[in-house]
């Protein structure tokens, strides 16, 4: 089955920068496109960042400048460089990934279980 394990949220003071990592485990033939998602308290889940298998990227544009996502497809991890932070981009943040388990079998979204990302002074 597979498993996806994000890592890196905290605490940052306002204009600070953050590294979410996550990485994909457990049974997988071809691993797709991975996102990052965030979800703020009242809000709903919003997509942030999404790189295809080719390396295409695509930013929301509330983060567009300040944050890079990247993958290693060897690894089947997933990067999201936070800089420039804003309260605003308080949220637990959540990695996405489209994940094929099987030459035969089908696509299928798994989702991580979140990190906190808190910007606070």
């Known amino acids: 089955q597979v498993r996806l394990v994000e890592s890196g949220g905290g605490l940052v003071q306002p204009g600070g920068s953050l590294k979410l990592s996550c990485r994909a485990s457990g049974s997988i033939f071809r691993n797709n496109a991975m996102a990052w998602y965030r979800q703020a308290p009242g809000k709903q889940r919003e997509l942030v960042a999404r790189?295809?298998?080719?390396?295409?990227?695509f930013y929301a544009d509330f983060v567009k400048g300040r944050f890079t996502i990247s993958r290693h497809n060897a690894e089947h991890t997933l990067d999201l460089q936070m800089n420039s932070l804003e309260s605003e981009d308080t949220a637990v943040y959540y990695c996405n990934a489209n994940i094929q388990e099987t030459w035969h079998g089908p696509e299928a979204d798994y989702w991580g279980q979140g990190t906190q990302v808190t910007v606070s002074s």
């Open positions: 790189v295809t298998i080719r390396g295409a990227t």
